[in-house]
């Protein structure tokens, strides 16, 4: 369970207000750290920055929105992301009065989306929901094609991740506990899914393991959907993921603790994992939205405008907090702050536990 120089985001970024996302430097429930430091931060910077007017976008080419807006999704169909996505792209139709199609990208962990959308035209067209992931765990580990700085323009950040630590039934384990004993008792014979190399659920496990002391095998999937169903088929021991919480509440898989800072409302007796005993720092996690380099600046604010309106919408936060997704609006500054920071935070963790370039 990354800072920037932009000629638009200045007009853009100063103009909105309020949460965050693949970008959560995370508080347990105490607020300890420098994560949960980072989050009041932002918060408080979210209360004071202003809100944008809904006024339509114009620019040379006239009227801004006049065609269907292309929204890139860097995972496949089915995760929390995916969820996260289609709730953003209903709403936002109504209050952008455009079409907004969410076009599925996944592969390369979260790459090939991210890449597609820094090389599309900047006219407001293309816009990408972005993970963290993009621009502060892939940096420490691969070359890229591409640059926050240089190739992305940021309407905001808007959600954070609540992970579920989750078991197969017939693992046996019903608690953290029990799975960190019988992960010493078969040491490197668990083993747990996630949604692809160095996604958030892999940097979980990792986290878990090293904190808990135990040795569990690495199993990546392409998605959070195909670790789900090979769980849910036994042919993995665990996973780490937010769609846990629909397999923990059909029965088909049993809740162990939240990955988070805080308990599940929809799983009330399911502990968080800082109240298990397991001293794990959480990590950086999250979504935002970008577009390419050079959108204009009114198209960006009157997304970042829309945006904040949905993400304060009691009916949208409910149906993404059942899809373990926290809404939570961060102003395209902040954001773009807050990524650089974990940037530097993952370089740390991803080299404490003995992922590199080339992992």
Request: glycine letters at 10%.
């Amino acid at each position: 369970m990354s800072p920037s120089t932009d000629p638009h985001a200045d007009a853009a970024e100063g103009a909105c207000s309020d949460t965050p996302s693949h970008v959560r430097l995370h508080a347990d429930t105490a607020g300890n750290g420098m994560r949960g430091g980072t989050r009041r931060r932002l918060l408080v910077a979210a209360a004071a920055a202003p809100v944008v007017a809904f006024a339509p976008a114009a620019h040379a080419q006239g009227r801004w929105p006049d065609k269907p807006i292309r929204f890139v999704v860097p995972f496949p169909p089915g995760g929390n992301s995916d969820t996260l996505a289609r709730t953003l792209a209903d709403r936002l139709r109504e209050h952008l009065k455009a079409t907004v199609v969410v076009d599925n990208r996944p592969g390369g962990t979260t790459q090939i989306g991210t890449e597609a959308v820094a090389r599309a035209e900047p006219d407001g067209y293309t816009m990408l929901l972005a993970a963290a992931t993009s621009f502060t765990v892939l940096p420490n580990l691969r070359k890229l094609p591409y640059d926050l700085a240089t190739d992305f323009d940021v309407a905001g950040g808007i959600a954070d991740y609540m992970a579920i630590v989750t078991a197969r039934k017939g693992l046996g384990v019903k608690t953290i506990g029990e799975l960190v004993e019988l992960a010493k008792k078969q040491p490197g014979k668990l083993t747990w899914g996630s949604a692809g190399n160095a996604s958030a659920g892999h940097i979980y496990g990792e986290q878990l393991k090293k904190h808990a002391g135990i040795d569990m095998l690495h199993v990546p999937f392409k998605g959070s959907a195909d670790a789900a169903t090979a769980l849910v088929g036994e042919q993995i021991d665990l996973i780490i993921d937010g769609v846990g919480l629909g397999l923990a509440r059909s029965g088909r898989a049993v809740a162990l603790a939240t990955f988070f800072g805080q308990r599940h409302p929809e799983l009330p007796d399911v502990p968080a994992i800082t109240e298990t005993g397991v001293k794990v720092e959480l990590p950086a996690g999250g979504w935002g939205i970008t577009f390419p380099k050079g959108t204009p600046a009114p198209i960006l604010a009157q997304v970042s405008a829309a945006l904040e309106k949905t993400l304060a919408e009691p009916e949208t936060r409910e149906k993404l907090m059942r899809a373990s997704v926290v809404a939570l609006w961060t102003p395209p500054a902040d954001y773009r702050r807050a990524l650089d920071g974990a940037r530097v935070y993952y370089g740390d963790l991803l080299r404490s536990i003995g992922m590199k370039e080339g992992s």
